[in-house]
């Protein structure tokens, strides 16, 4: 690294980003980790740091991210000239995308973009591993998408219920949250909607006479 003073002159960004994907990573991926890892590093090369940025929950393969696009504002701003990462995919899981801020977008705004686990610096002149790497994390967050869709359907395929909401008239069993279990309180409108279409009510008229009760 560069000596204090040159290094001075950066405004830094710590960019820090979590998502489902990243369970099986452990602990070392969490936000309080990549926090102390950033912290630490821009300490020690006495880079100063304008502000941190977090996108806790969200994939990496999409780049509609709040945090991230308030970076992205400071940096429009000229707020921010340099970017620090855990590793690559923090930034993006999408190969084409992560390519274009590392390859096209941070060099235009002279922004130094910096993946401390990778080894990568944008003011290194050994680069040219970094879009196979984007790579890889693409392939990576696809893999992932993939099991966890397998995990749905044979949960679903046993009877199961993946749900994010219990449909109304039912509830979650304490007990299971793969189960439903009937709500009684709801399940008394749900038999009497039921009813008024039996004997011929339409739906509008049925939606008016629940409303008309509030």
């Known amino acids: 690294m560069t000596a204090q003073p040159e290094n001075a002159r950066y405004s830094a960004a ?14 070392s991926a969490s936000i309080t980790a990549q926090r102390k890892m950033l912290r630490a590093f821009a ?11 977090v996108d806790d929950g969200i994939s990496g393969t999409t780049f509609e991210r709040p945090d991230f696009k308030r970076m992205l504002q400071d940096i429009e ?10 590793d690559l995919s923090r930034l993006g899981r999408d190969y084409i995308l992560a390519g274009k801020y590392t390859e ?4 235009s705004k002279k922004v130094r973009y910096i993946a401390i686990n990778d080894g990568y610096d944008s003011d290194s002149p050994y680069t040219d591993i970094v879009p196979f ?7 990576y967050a696809r893999d992932t998408s993939k099991k966890i869709r397998s ?19 039912y509830k979650r069993d304490p007990q299971d ?3 439903l279990i009937v709500d009684e309180g709801s399940a008394k409108i749900v038999q009497e909607i039921f009813r008024c279409a039996a004997n011929g009510m339409l739906p509008v008229q049925i939606a008016r006479l629940l409303n008309d009760r509030n």
């Open 177 to 179: 949250k793969h189960r």
């Open 77 to 86: 701003e000229k707020k921010i000239n340099m970017v620090i990462t855990k």
């Open 133 to 139: 790497k984007n790579v890889i994390n693409e392939m």
């Open 43 to 53: 300490k020690k090369n006495h880079f100063p740091v304008y502000d941190e940025y």
């Open 104 to 107: 096209i977008y941070f060099p």
């Open 14 to 27: 710590l960019y820090m980003r979590l998502s489902k994907d990243d369970e099986g990573a452990g602990e």
């Open 151 to 169: 995990a749905f359907i044979t949960l679903m395929q046993e009877g199961a219920f993946v749900g994010a909401f219990a449909p109304y008239g």
